[in-house]
Nanobody, 114 residues
Framework: QVQLVESGGGLVQAGGSLRLSCKTS????????MAWYRQAPGKQRELVAS???????NYTDAVKGRFSISRDNGNNAMYLQMNSLKPEDTAVYYC????????WGKGTLVTVSS
């Protein structure tokens, strides 16, 4: 069974940085695509960034130039480096992995104060 565990969320002031981590319970090589999603209060869950097994990345326009997604195959982990954070980045951030089925983590809360 695949388990995803996010960490690294917290409270940060606008303009600050955070690094989110997603650790997998299985070899990350087996994942076709991994992604970060977020869900702000009262809003639908949305894609933030994704990365394929071939390290092809994709970002939503709102985070381009500020966020960076990466995979660490040796540690079975995926990261999201978030810089120049804005209050509108406040949300619960979820890790998603695809390997025949779709798997989700439980999320980590990011709060950006103005």
């Amino acid at each position: 069974q695949v388990q995803l565990v996010e960490s690294g969320g917290g409270l940060v002031q606008a303009g600050g940085s955070l690094r989110l981590s997603c650790k997998t319970s299985v070899n990350i090589f087996s994942m076709n695509e991994m992604a970060w999603y977020r869900q702000a209060p009262g809003k639908q869950r949305e894609l933030v960034a994704s990365i394929t097994s071939g390290d092809i990345t994709n970002y939503t326009d709102a985070v381009k130039g500020r966020f960076s997604i990466s995979r660490d195959n040796g540690n079975n982990a995926m990261y999201l480096q978030m810089n120049s954070l804005k209050p509108e980045d406040t949300a619960v951030y979820y890790c998603r992995a695809e390997r025949a089925l779709i798997y989700w983590g439980k999320g980590t809360l990011v709060t950006v104060s103005s």
